[in-house]
């Protein structure tokens, strides 16, 4: 169990875990929408969230890493020439990867990429300072809400409907439109943990603009309306059951590890991370029986 335990905070740390779940997410896309899974678009989202979710760290990298009270940035920067290997390594096989997709498709993967660089690039005149998306009043959770859609569902999609595959768009569209309300389920618990944080840096989150309690009581609210939704998807029923599952899944995690558990489990949110594997999963064993 201990090294179980290691292994996902491993995983967790150096940013495994949510290239793993990009690449699930998008892996999704192919099963529910019936087209054929490209290789190379799998690569390319898992390579380019290692890449883009390091390349953050290091441009948050603090004074003294060491003395960091944050285990992960203690962890990453104590690895660091192991990190930057990862990267590099990561960078190289995105570029191998992009070589064979679509030139359209490479347009609307550099579209993403540099909306995702604009979060954190300061290029906003904001009063007197300069800051990037990252500084809008509440639109950090819905920035990475959007993108993750964008690139999970739009990017398959886009190479799909290049290599001449038919797409179904209402479900497709539809899909997008479910992906972004499951990531705004997985992604506001994140939020609520680092609302000390985020007040300190002064970044004005959902949960540092309404409160704790009330952005608890919206993550429910919105596990809501995202199951609601999915019962009008124009999904297969053994879709709709394997993502259903998936939230009662994670609804179990918030009430019972991340919502009681934010001081002394710092790190149990990170499950979140993990259920979006789990969907994939799930969804996979509910249309194979």
């Known amino acids: 169990m201990k090294l179980l ?57 603090p004074a003294k890493p060491a003395d960091s009270p944050f285990a992960r940035t203690r962890w990453f920067f104590g690895h660091q020439q192991a990190m930057v290997s990862v990267t590099v390594l990561a960078g190289l096989l995105l570029a191998y990867s992009v070589w064979h997709i679509h030139w359209y498709t490479m347009l609307y993967l550099g579209f993403i990429g540099v909306l995702s660089l604009l979060y954190n690039i300061p290029f906003l005149r904001l009063g007197k300072n300069t800051g990037g998306l990252r500084q809008i ?42 992906k972004i309300f ?46 609601l939704l999915i019962a009008f998807a124009p999904f297969t ?3 709709q059951v394997g993502l259903w599952i998936t939230n009662l899944f994670i609804f179990i995690l918030l009430r019972q590890f991340i919502f009681v558990a934010q001081q002394k489990h710092y790190h149990a949110v990170y499950l979140l991370d993990l259920a979006l594997i789990v969907q994939f999963v799930l969804v996979l064993l509910t249309t194979s029986v």
Request: hydrophobic residues 55%.
């Open 237 to 239: 029923l053994p879709i």
């Open 137 to 178: 009043p509440g639109l950090k959770l819905f920035h990475i809400a959007v993108l993750w859609s964008l690139s999970t569902v739009g990017l398959p999609v886009v190479e799909a409907w290049m290599d001449g595959h038919a797409i179904n768009w209402i479900a497709a569209n539809f899909l997008g439109i479910v």
């Open 5 to 61: 335990v290691h292994a996902f905070r491993i995983l967790v740390f150096s940013n495994g875990i949510i290239a793993l779940a990009s690449v699930a997410q998008s892996a999704l896309t192919y099963l529910i929408l019936d087209l054929p899974t490209n290789p190379f678009i799998l690569l390319i989202e898992g390579c380019s969230t290692v890449a883009l979710y390091n390349m953050s760290l290091f441009y948050a990298k």
């Open 182 to 227: 499951f990531l705004l389920v997985c992604t506001l618990p994140f939020d609520v943990r680092d609302i000390k944080q985020d007040s300190y840096y002064n970044l004005k989150t959902v949960p540092t603009m309404i409160g704790e309690q009330k952005a608890i009581q919206l993550n429910y609210v919105l596990i809501a309306f995202h199951t």
